[in-house]
C-alpha cells in the first residue's frame, strides 16, 4: 500500500485568502485524487489529476477556485482560493493502486472564519 | 451514473455481538465494491474490497462482506463487535467500465457500547 501525507494537517483561514495543501505519496503513482469531506458529510470528488496534464474536474467544481498542480509522480497541490466559511472541510488526496484499491491521506481540516 | 445508499446513520450494537452495516449501490455495468474505516480525526483506511470471484470476501480486523448481485448489496458484517470498532464505515462503488472514480455512500456511524 501507499503511504501518503498532507500538509498541512489543520489550518485556520480567513475568508477571501487562499490556502494551498501539499500531498506526498511515497511511490510513483499515476493518478491522484482530491476530495472534500464537509462536516458530517459523506466525500465527494473534486478533481483527477494526471501527471504532465490538466486536472479533470468533477461537476460542482472549477479551476479557478480549485486549482491543481500536479509537477510529478509523488506530489500533487491543491489550493483553495477565495475561501469562505462553506469552504470549512476536510480535503483528503488519494491514490489508485494496481490491485483496485484506494489509499487516503490522513486529510487537511480546514477552518475558513 | 453510479451510486451508493447507507440506510443507517448509524448502528448500535453491544460488544461481544454480531454487527451489520447496510450498503446497497447502483451501477449501469459491473461493480467494483469497497468497504472504508474512518478513525476520529484520521483519514480513510482500506477494509476489503470486492472485485470478481468469491461473493464472500474477507478484510481487515475480522470484517467480511457479502456481494449480493441480485440485491444489489454489499453489507458489512462482523461475528463478534469490538468497542475499538467504533467508527464512521464508507461503503463505495467503482464502475468497473467507467473508470477510477469512486463513489462514497453518505456514511454509517458504528457505536459498539461494552
Known amino acids: 500500500s501507499a503511504v501518503i501525507s498532507q500538509k498541512p494537517s489543520r489550518d485556520i483561514c480567513q475568508r477571501g485568502t487562499s490556502l494551498t495543501i501539499q500531498c506526498q505519496v511515497d511511490s510513483q503513482v499515476t493518478m491522484m485524487f482530491w476530495y472534500r469531506q464537509q462536516p458530517g458529510q459523506s466525500l465527494t470528488l473534486i478533481a483527477t489529476?494526471?501527471?504532465?496534464?490538466?486536472?479533470?474536474?468533477e461537476s460542482g467544481f472549477v479551476i479557478d477556485k480549485f486549482p491543481i498542480s500536479r509537477p510529478n509522480l509523488t506530489f500533487s497541490t491543491l489550493t483553495v482560493s477565495n475561501m469562505s466559511p462553506e469552504d470549512s472541510s476536510i480535503y483528503l488526496c488519494?491514490?489508485?493502486?494496481?490491485?483496485?484499491?484506494?489509499?487516503f491521506g490522513p486529510g487537511t481540516r480546514l477552518t475558513v472564519t | 451514473a453510479q451510486s451508493v445508499a447507507q440506510p443507517e446513520d448509524q448502528v448500535n450494537v453491544a460488544e461481544g455481538n454480531p454487527l451489520t452495516v447496510k450498503c446497497t449501490y447502483s451501477v449501469s455495468g459491473n461493480p467494483y465494491l469497497f468497504w472504508y474505516v474512518q478513525y476520529p480525526n484520521r483519514g480513510l483506511q482500506f477494509l476489503l474490497k470486492?472485485?470478481?470471484?468469491?461473493?464472500l470476501v474477507k478484510g481487515s480486523y475480522g470484517f467480511e462482506a457479502e456481494f449480493n448481485k441480485s440485491q444489489t448489496s454489499f453489507h458489512l458484517k462482523k461475528p463478534s463487535a469490538l468497542v475499538s470498532d467504533s467508527a464512521l464505515y464508507f461503503c463505495a462503488v467503482r464502475d468497473k467500465d467507467a473508470g477510477n472514480m469512486l463513489t462514497f455512500g453518505g456514511g454509517t456511524r458504528l457505536m459498539v457500547k461494552p
Open positions: 470486492y472485485i470478481t470471484g468469491d461473493n
Open positions: 489529476a494526471n501527471q504532465g496534464s490538466e486536472a479533470t474536474y
Open positions: 488519494s491514490v489508485s493502486s494496481g490491485n483496485y484499491e484506494q489509499y
